[in-house]
């Protein structure tokens, strides 16, 4: 199994809303903005087709799913 460009970004998201969730619990409730952030993050791209940590991860070399598939 290859990881590409949509399995990274899941894996990212949700360890940036736990990781912000736990420092919320701990440190200060202010950390949920980074929650909310990552949330609208994920929304817009959802309409708008981008995203800026996919642009990143393609950058660094990830393999979309499309080339992964074809390999």
Same mark, same amino acid.
Do not use: K
């Given at each position: 199994? $290859?990881?590409? #460009?949509?399995?990274? @970004?899941?894996?990212? &998201?949700?360890?940036?809303?736990?990781?912000?969730?736990? *420092?919320?619990?701990?440190?200060?409730?202010?950390?949920?903005?980074? $929650?909310?952030? #990552?949330?609208?993050? @994920?929304?817009?791209? &959802?309409?708008t087709?981008?995203?800026p940590?996919?642009? *990143?991860?393609?950058?660094?070399?990830?393999?979309?799913?499309?080339?992964?598939?074809?390999?």
């Open positions: 199994m $290859t990881m590409t #460009v949509d399995r990274f @970004l899941r894996l990212i &998201a949700g360890f940036f809303v736990m990781l912000s969730v736990l *420092l919320a619990w701990q440190v200060s409730p202010y950390f949920l903005l980074f $929650t909310a952030f #990552v949330g609208l993050n @994920l929304f817009q791209s &959802a309409f087709n981008w995203c940590m996919m642009s *990143l991860l393609r950058r660094l070399g990830v393999p979309d799913a499309a080339a992964s598939d074809a390999s």
